[in-house]
């Protein structure tokens, strides 16, 4: 079940001594092991907002704290991960149920996200925030050669904009589904509708994030059916 952990060890640069850790950190909750990777994610996500940030500090010396906070939003999200984790080849090496192998879950973005952000936590606990930072930062320098908020917070809705007028003659509409969550980590789910009919749904921390996802995801569906 496990024979393969050494190449994707070898794409991480790092051996586990523990390799129960690994394991654990590419288990997903749908396998119904005695455990999961849903407390080595928390534990990454953290680190990686510290990894993140630290970097944009030292890079960008003169940017303002506004714009600051822009990037690392726009580089510690699900999307992002999503990408690093492919870089890493990980859906090939998540642990998930037979129902969700069916669902296509090994490219789903939540579990592959997930997963990347386990790996992180799970590095962290063995190897300590260096090991950690060293892997993070080469991914991150991998998928985005040129770090600016140009290259990295693509505008999807102007885009979409673009592609709907140019397509249709119309504009799309954005409409709030429903706000979720407690108030100081509130979550916004956004529709967007073209011709009068739904398109694609997201949700986010902010309208304007929930937007932007929305967006995306309708820009895909509409290039496909464009070809």
Known sequence: MYKELDKLQKRLGYQFKDQNLIIEALTHKSSKQPYNNERLE?????????????????????????????LRASLVNEKSFEKLARLLHLGEHIYISLAEENNSGRE????????FEAIIGALYLEAGLEQARSLA???????????????IFRD???????????????????RLVRSFGPDHKKEFEIAVSVRGNDLAVASGKSKKEAQQKAAMIA??????EFK
């Open 108 to 115: 789903k973005s939540s579990l592959l996200s997930n997963a």
């Open 42 to 70: 928390f534990l990454g996500d953290a680190v990686l907002d510290l990894i993140v940030g630290e970097y944009l500090y030292h890079e960008f010396k003169d940017v303002a704290e506004g714009e600051l906070s822009k």
């Open 156 to 174: 999807h809705k102007t885009t979409l904009q673009e592609l709907t007028q140019a397509h249709f003659g119309m504009t799309p509409e954005y």
């Open 137 to 151: 930062i080469m991914l991150m320098e991998e998928a985005y050669p040129k770090i600016n908020m140009d290259a």
């Open 219 to 224: 820009l895909d569906i509409l290039k496909k």
